[in-house]
T-cell receptor, first 113, second 115 residues
């Protein structure tokens, strides 16, 4: 699975959009980009994933660049409850990895009042 | 709406004890995983299972074993607990269809302290 690079930490004001970047320059054509978040003392929670098209769900939007070497997770109206560690993960959908997720250090997002 | 349940939220055990961490999922998922999480090291995969009675080593299997006798249950076993196994343990599951994995879900975690 391709390696990802994320900033260590970011801050955001409550009510504003939070844009979390992720670099995955070695991504392969069959690898998806997944985003998870982990709120303190809880298990990671799935947010969104995509292959090459932009995706949106009730939690967030995922923007993937045309060359697929980077992506941005957007929380459109951040709240205090969005304070968490956000993980960007790249992995193939199939193959013999049986769905293993390899976590990096993630980005600590702090939403301020 | 609980989908992946870990038997204990907090656990304190003595050095040398045999420890069982249990995980149950109700989504009929084929794949199940055990991770541990430590400050500064992130989540690291210990073992995973892709079918009943099947298991594969993850990145840090030393000191651990697993058991999957039923599809919904995946147990992590510390044969002789040591203080360096004090950690947060997270169980996860995912489905598999047509060679693709989907629906990754994590439990709430078990914080194990070995004294």
């Amino acid at each position: 699975d391709a390696k990802t690079t994320q900033p260590t930490s970011m801050d955001c004001a409550e009510g504003r959009a939070a844009n979390l970047p992720c670099n995955h320059s070695t991504i392969s054509g069959n690898e998806y980009v997944y985003w998870y978040r982990q709120i303190h003392s809880q298990g990671p929670q799935y947010i969104i994933h995509g292959l090459k098209n932009n995706e949106t769900n009730e939690m967030a939007s995922l923007i993937i660049t045309e060359d697929r070497k980077s992506s941005t997770l957007i929380l459109p109206h951040a709240t205090l409850r969005d304070t968490a560690v956000y993980y960007c993960i790249v992995r193939a959908a199939g193959g013999t990895s049986y769905g293993k997720l390899t976590f990096g250090q993630g980005t600590i997002l702090t939403v301020h009042p | 709406d609980v989908k992946v349940t870990q038997s204990s939220r907090y656990l304190v055990k003595r050095t040398g004890e045999k420890v069982f961490l249990e995980c149950v999922q109700d989504m009929d998922h084929e794949n199940m995983f055990w991770y541990r999480q430590d400050p500064g090291l992130g989540l690291r995969l210990i073992y995973f299972s892709y079918d009943v009675k099947m298991k594969e080593k993850g990145d840090i299997p030393e000191g651990y074993s697993v058991s999957r006798e039923k599809k919904e249950r995946f147990s992590l076993i510390l044969e002789s607990a040591s203080t360096n196994q004090t950690s947060m343990y997270l169980c996860a599951s995912s489905g598999r269809q047509g060679g693709q994995s989907y629906g990754y879900t994590f439990g709430s975690g078990t914080r194990l302290t070995v004294v």
